[in-house]
C-alpha cells in the first residue's frame, strides 16, 4: 500500500492480520475490506489526514458523501462503512482511538421497491370465482376482505368472528405494534364474507374462533393463504404473480387514486407515519396532472 502515511499504514496492516489469524475471515471477506479500506484511507489523505486519531464523526460523513458523489449504490455504501466500522473498532480494542468514530455514521437507507398494483381490470378478473365449494367460497370471502379493507396478511389471518359485524360493515384489527383499528368493508366484501359464515361451519372445528379455517377446521396459515392466492392468481389467468401484498397495495392505490385522500388511505392502512402511506401509495404523473389541470383555479385560465 505504497504512497501512504506509514502511521496509517501501519495500523492498517495490523488489522489485516487481525482479520486473518484471529478471526479468520474468509479470504473474499479479506480482499474486500482491504479493497474497501484502501479506498477510505487513499480519499482521508487527499483530505489532509495522516493520523488515525485526526478522524472523528465529520471525516466519516465525509467519506459516505463522497461515495454518494461517486455513485455507489447504498447497498455498496452501506459495506463500506461497515468496513471502516469494522476497523475502528479494532483500533479501538487496541487503544489507538478512544471511540469509534464511524459508530453514528450509517448509508442512506435503501429505497423499497414497489410492488406493481393489480388493476381494477385484473382484480375483477381474480376475483370472479363462483364456485360453491367451501373452500373457493372461503378463499374469495379472504381476498374480497383483503382488498376490500386493505388488510396485512397476519391481520387477515389473525380476524376472529366476533371481530366482524355484517349489520355496521366493519371488523376490528390487529396491526403492527399491537394497535388495534376498526376497518370499514362494504359491498362485494361484506356480501362473500355473508356467503363464508353461512359454510363456515363444515370446516371449522367446534370453538375455534377464527373467522377464516383451513380444510383442518383450525385458522387458517400465513403460508396456505399465499399458497391459495397464488393458485387463484394462476387459475384465473392473470398475468402477475398474486400475492396478499399486492392486494393491499392495489387497495391502496385505487383508493389513493379515487379520493386524493393521503390521511384517510393513511387510516384504512393503519399506518403511523404519513410517510409510509406516501411510499406505499403511488400515482403516476399522469393521474397527478390531470388533477391538476382540472382542479387548480390558475391552471384554468388559458381558455376565455
Same mark, same amino acid.
Given at each position: 500500500?505504497?504512497?501512504?502515511?506509514?502511521?496509517?499504514?501501519?495500523?492498517?496492516?495490523?488489522?489485516?492480520?487481525?482479520?486473518?489469524?484471529?478471526?479468520?475471515?474468509?479470504?473474499?471477506?479479506?480482499?474486500?475490506?482491504?479493497?474497501?479500506?484502501?479506498?477510505?484511507?487513499?480519499?482521508?489523505?487527499?483530505?489532509?489526514?495522516? &493520523?488515525?486519531?485526526? %478522524?472523528?464523526?465529520?471525516?466519516?460523513?465525509?467519506?459516505?458523501?463522497?461515495?454518494?458523489? !461517486?455513485?455507489?449504490?447504498?447497498?455498496?455504501?452501506?459495506?463500506?462503512?461497515?468496513?471502516?466500522?469494522?476497523?475502528? @473498532?479494532?483500533?479501538?480494542?487496541?487503544?489507538?482511538?478512544?471511540?469509534?468514530?464511524?459508530?453514528?455514521?450509517?448509508?442512506?437507507?435503501?429505497?423499497?421497491?414497489?410492488?406493481?398494483?393489480? @388493476?381494477?381490470?385484473?382484480?375483477?378478473?381474480?376475483?370472479?370465482? @363462483?364456485?360453491?365449494?367451501?373452500?373457493?367460497?372461503?378463499?374469495?370471502?379472504?381476498?374480497?376482505?383483503?382488498?376490500?379493507?386493505?388488510?396485512?396478511?397476519?391481520?387477515?389471518?389473525? %380476524?376472529?368472528?366476533? @371481530?366482524?359485524?355484517?349489520?355496521?360493515?366493519?371488523?376490528?384489527?390487529?396491526?403492527?405494534?399491537?394497535?388495534?383499528?376498526?376497518?370499514?368493508?362494504?359491498?362485494?366484501?361484506?356480501?362473500?364474507?355473508?356467503?363464508?359464515?353461512?359454510?363456515?361451519?363444515?370446516?371449522?372445528?367446534?370453538?375455534?374462533?377464527?373467522?377464516? %379455517?383451513?380444510?383442518?377446521?383450525?385458522?387458517?396459515?400465513?403460508?396456505?393463504?399465499?399458497?391459495?392466492?397464488?393458485?387463484?392468481?394462476?387459475?384465473?389467468?392473470?398475468?402477475?404473480?398474486?400475492?396478499?401484498?399486492?392486494?393491499?397495495?392495489?387497495?391502496?392505490?385505487?383508493?389513493? &387514486?379515487?379520493?386524493?385522500?393521503?390521511?384517510?388511505?393513511? &387510516?384504512?392502512?393503519?399506518?403511523?407515519?404519513?410517510?409510509?402511506?406516501?411510499?406505499?401509495?403511488?400515482? !403516476?404523473?399522469?393521474?397527478?396532472?390531470?388533477?391538476?389541470?382540472?382542479?387548480?383555479?390558475?391552471?384554468?385560465?388559458?381558455?376565455?
Amino acid at each position: 500500500m505504497s504512497g501512504l502515511p506509514a502511521s496509517l499504514e501501519k495500523s492498517l496492516n495490523r488489522f489485516y492480520e487481525y482479520i486473518r489469524s484471529e478471526r479468520e475471515l474468509s479470504l473474499h471477506t479479506q480482499h474486500n475490506y482491504k479493497r474497501q479500506l484502501t479506498t477510505m484511507t487513499e480519499q482521508l489523505v487527499v483530505l489532509g489526514v495522516t &493520523e488515525w486519531q485526526q %478522524v472523528d464523526a465529520g471525516w466519516v460523513r465525509q467519506l459516505a458523501s463522497k461515495g454518494m458523489r !461517486d455513485g455507489l449504490k447504498a447497498s455498496s455504501l452501506s459495506m463500506r462503512l461497515s468496513a471502516l466500522r469494522s476497523f475502528f @473498532d479494532y483500533l479501538v480494542q487496541i487503544k489507538v482511538l478512544a471511540a469509534n468514530p464511524a459508530k453514528g455514521v450509517s448509508a442512506p437507507r435503501k429505497a423499497r421497491p414497489l410492488p406493481k398494483n393489480l @388493476d381494477v381490470d385484473e382484480m375483477d378478473q381474480l376475483l370472479n370465482v @363462483d364456485e360453491d365449494d367451501p373452500l373457493a367460497i372461503r378463499d374469495r370471502a379472504l381476498m374480497e376482505l383483503m382488498y376490500g379493507a386493505g388488510l396485512r396478511l397476519a391481520e387477515i389471518v389473525g %380476524v376472529n368472528v366476533r @371481530d366482524i359485524s355484517l349489520s355496521k360493515g366493519d371488523l376490528r384489527v390487529i396491526g403492527k405494534g399491537d394497535k388495534e383499528r376498526v376497518v370499514p368493508f362494504a359491498g362485494l366484501a361484506r356480501e362473500w364474507v355473508a356467503k363464508w359464515l353461512k359454510v363456515r361451519g363444515q370446516l371449522a372445528g367446534e370453538g375455534e374462533p377464527a373467522l377464516f %379455517v383451513s380444510k383442518l377446521g383450525t385458522r387458517i396459515s400465513t403460508r396456505n393463504v399465499q399458497k391459495r392466492m397464488a393458485e387463484w392468481g394462476q387459475k384465473q389467468s392473470v398475468s402477475s404473480h398474486i400475492s396478499p401484498h399486492k392486494l393491499r397495495h392495489s387497495f391502496a392505490t385505487h383508493m389513493l &387514486e379515487s379520493s386524493g385522500d393521503l390521511r384517510a388511505v393513511q &387510516e384504512l392502512l393503519g399506518h403511523a407515519n404519513l410517510s409510509t402511506t406516501q411510499i406505499y401509495t403511488h400515482l !403516476d404523473f399522469q393521474h397527478l396532472a390531470k388533477v391538476y389541470d382540472e382542479s387548480h383555479p390558475r391552471a384554468k385560465r388559458g381558455n376565455k
